[in-house]
């Protein structure tokens, strides 16, 4: 068989994988927190037909000479840029000015989000919209609705509580975060959520250090940039269809050779 048509393969499989990276961007152009995909390519291998050679006595160097046999996929990054910030007028909506992640955990493990679109339970537990609590930097966020007449979220993180009696409450609770030394380290865990992995690199000290200001009343939006995925996904439609249009001509070559005995 021809090597073409296996090439031609090869690169139709990466760019079929290209368009779900791109379809899974613009299915979340309206996410907070969401970090956008991006898929690169690679060469998969080359077969070589000849080595090269050194100069030697009257005759120069020859380079080596080589077929490729198509592509793979070479990474599918997570793009950590920051989004943009879109006020709400909410005070438990939370976003970051920074690299930091909130902490959530759902009782048995942390995860990190950069949505910080966050509620109260009946308990006047700080929790995300699945239910997580939202982590302190020594325990849960409370703001105990028997005790607590108003309260508001510091840039710092600190919440600040006013009792019922008009006065601030004393040893306000800060909200913690993380911060990593590779952000795109991170792994993407469903619900706007992201975990730990071993080559994120958890900084675990000093607390909140480098993180980054919170900013109250306001989310981070979508890093997804529309015109960029349409751009981009028409350059995978054509180079989908250039490979298939590889694998046609490999094919009217094969049907020229079987009808050379007639």
């Given at each position: 068989m021809l090597r073409s048509m296996y090439s031609g393969i090869s690169g139709m499989k990466n760019f079929q994988t290209k368009l779900d990276?791109?379809?899974?961007?613009?299915?979340?152009?309206?996410?907070?927190?969401?970090?956008?995909?991006?898929?690169?390519?690679?060469?998969l291998v080359s077969q070589q037909v000849a080595g090269a050679t050194a100069p030697?006595?009257?005759?120069g160097g020859v380079n080596a000479k080589q077929v490729?046999?198509?592509?793979?996929?070479g990474t599918i990054d997570t793009v950590q840029t920051a989004g943009s910030i879109q006020s709400t007028g909410r005070p438990l909506d939370l976003a970051i000015s920074g690299d930091g992640y909130f902490v959530v955990n759902d009782g048995t493990s942390d995860y990190y989000t950069r949505a910080g679109n966050f509620y109260l339970d009946k308990d006047?537990?700080?929790?995300t919209g699945d239910g997580l609590f939202v982590q302190a930097t020594n325990g849960k966020i409370r703001i105990d609705p028997t005790t607590a007449k108003s309260y508001s979220i510091g840039s710092n993180g600190t919440v600040n509580i006013v009792g019922l009696n008009g006065n601030m409450l004393?040893?306000?609770?800060?909200?913690?975060?993380?911060?990593?030394?590779?952000?795109?380290?991170l792994q993407k865990a469903g619900g706007n959520l992201f975990t730990n992995t071993p080559n994120a690199g958890l900084v675990t000290t000093p607390v909140n250090s480098g993180t980054g200001t919170l900013i109250s009343s306001a989310l981070e939006m979508s890093n997804v940039d529309?015109?960029?995925e349409f751009t981009d996904m028409i350059v995978a439609q054509r180079g989908f269809?250039?490979?298939?249009?590889?694998?046609?001509t490999s094919d009217e070559i094969l049907q020229e050779l079987v009808n050379l005995k007639r």
């Open positions: 990276v791109l379809g899974n961007n613009i299915a979340n152009v309206n996410t907070y927190g969401y970090k956008k995909g991006r898929t690169t390519f690679q060469d030697a006595g009257n005759r490729g046999l198509g592509s793979q996929i006047g537990y700080l929790v004393p040893n306000p609770q800060t909200i913690k975060l993380a911060k990593f030394a590779n952000n795109e380290g529309l015109s960029e269809q250039a490979n298939t249009r590889i694998i046609t």
